[in-house]
């Protein structure tokens, strides 16, 4: 192991700050570098990138300052990623919907449904005991959502790319654990129901990447030059997809 990598071991320390009731553990790796970064990972943890001569002080109020930016990436991967603990269906919890967070109220009658209101989800069941019929009502009204919104999406883009006088393309859907989206040589466009969760701009990038695979059907140049003008900033949105798909 060369010296450089001995001093950065060395050096790494793990701190927190307490950011109204939360508690913000994270990581500190001093490294030869000029400016500070802030990482937070798909399990959660935070991690700060520091030039090596870089006080504790400053570095903690970097912290607090971007509090609310990483509470809010590690409520989205509590929501995505696999090693979280398996849902519970019960009132208090958090779930996403495109891209935003809100807490599930479950309430117990014999009418079921599923409503958006406010900042909350709404489950009226007929046991609020029967945690697996409260999830199959709250995927039945995500799948139904999905189709909606994937649909206007879908109606807006396509057109870009049958312009150039390739298979019509058509768009299904459906729960997927491994993958966002894939495109068949037929023109089938099959989307994740999952993704109903992520903010719009990402499920746009997951539509035109395979949307350019009716007309590159690998990932060549070309096809990415073809991404980079349908949508130029395909590479945020990518990398946030990525990251939560551990």
């Known amino acids: 192991m060369h010296q450089g990598s001995q001093i950065e071991i060395l050096m790494s320390k793990n701190e927190h ?3 109204g009731k939360t508690k913000i553990k994270f990581s500190i ?7 500070m970064t802030i990482q937070v990972h798909p399990d959660r943890s935070v991690k700060i990138l520091a030039p090596v001569d870089s006080q504790l002080d400053k570095v903690k109020a970097k912290v607090k300052k971007k509090a609310p930016w990483i509470i ?3 409520d989205f991967f509590l929501s995505f990623h696999p090693l979280t603990p398996p849902r519970q269906y ?3 919890e ?3 919907y495109l891209g935003r967070q809100y807490r599930l109220k479950v309430v117990e009658q014999q009418e079921t449904s599923v409503k958006l209101h406010g900042a909350n989800i709404w489950v009226y069941t007929s046991s609020k005991e029967n945690h697996r019929q409260i999830k199959k009502q709250l995927n ?3 799948t139904e959502k999905a189709q909606h919104h994937f649909k206007i999406l879908f109606d807006q883009l396509k057109p870009t790319i049958e312009k150039y006088n390739t298979v019509k393309p058509f768009l299904a859907q459906r729960w997927m654990k491994k993958r966002w989206g ?4 037929q023109g089938k466009i099959l989307l994740n129901t999952e993704l109903i969760k992520a903010p719009k701009a990402c499920i746009e990038y997951v539509l035109v990447h395979e949307l350019c695979h009716l007309i590159y059907p690998n990932h060549s140049r070309k096809f990415f030059r073809l991404l980079t003008y349908q949508l130029p900033e395909w590479r945020k949105m990518k990398d946030r997809l990525e990251r939560v798909m551990v």
């Open 140 to 142: 039945a009204w995500y």
């Open 182 to 185: 894939s495109c068949s040589p």
């Open 29 to 35: 790796d001093y490294k030869d570098r000029k400016s």
């Open 90 to 92: 019960i009132s208090g």
């Open 72 to 74: 809010k990436q590690q």
């Open 17 to 19: 700050i307490v950011f």
């Open 94 to 96: 958090t779930h996403l």
